[in-house]
């Protein structure tokens, strides 16, 4: 069955980081684009980041770029958000989600969510 | 970027209704179009992808597709568990986009 998890997730300061990880499971991990979809309080879903299976493409939207950094490490089935420089409009339920194959941003299998809140 | 406009924001229907949503891009995406359901407090939950391929194990009342930049979702038969919010999602080019979403409540 897959499966992925998200945690992290917490309180921060404005200005703070935190590092999210998503660890999956019942599928190869590696042959996989993973991606980050966020969604603020009582808002609709805003795509984050997307990372290529071997991890040598990523890709991030204007409102993170320069200060969020997705990685992978295939060996550990895991995938990462480094968030620095946090700001207020942060605040968001951040969801892993699996692509379909690889050089995709077809999402299939999503996880339950990780909360970060930024606080000022 | 890739604009999804997606109507009506909300619906009211009853149990036993057929509903549409529309989805329409800003410029050609093929037909790389998602949808996804989602009931509140949960993760969103794939039901096409390819504009009209139904992901495995979604029930056949769910329905889409296209004509050309416009996309739809039908939902030929509405039940008590279909009551959530659905959101379009093109991924024909990064970055990936979403609809602003359509919550489909009880009449």
């Known amino acids: ?120 | 970027d890739i604009q999804m406009t997606q109507s009506p924001s909300s619906l009211s229907a009853s149990v036993g209704d057929r509903v549409t949503i529309t989805c329409r891009a800003s410029q050609g995406i093929s037909s790389s179009l998602a949808w996804f359901q989602q009931k509140p407090g949960k993760a969103p939950k794939s039901l096409i992808y390819a504009a009209s391929s139904l992901q495995s194990g979604v029930p056949s009342k769910f329905s889409g597709s296209r004509s050309g930049t416009d996309f739809t979702l039908t939902i030929s038969s509405l039940q008590p568990e279909d009551f959530a919010t659905y959101y379009c999602q093109q991924y024909n080019s990064y970055p990936l986009t979403f609809g602003g979403g359509t919550k489909v409540e009880i009449k």
Request: aromatic fraction near 12%; include cysteine.
């Open chain 1, 1 to 120: 069955e897959v499966q992925v998890v998200e945690s992290g997730g917490g309180s921060v300061q404005r200005g703070g980081s935190l590092r999210l990880s998503c660890t999956a499971s019942g599928f190869t991990f590696g042959s996989y684009d993973m991606n980050w979809v966020r969604q603020a309080p009582g808002k609709g879903l805003e795509w984050v980041s997307s990372i290529s299976g071997s991890g040598s493409s990523t890709y991030y939207a204007d409102s993170v770029k320069g200060r969020f950094t997705i990685s992978r490490d295939n060996s550990k089935n895991t995938l990462y958000l480094q968030m620095n420089s946090l700001r207020a409009e942060d605040t968001a339920v951040y969801y892993c989600a699996k692509s379909v194959t690889y050089n995709s941003g077809c999402l299939d299998y999503w996880g339950q969510g990780t909360l970060v809140t930024v606080s000022s």
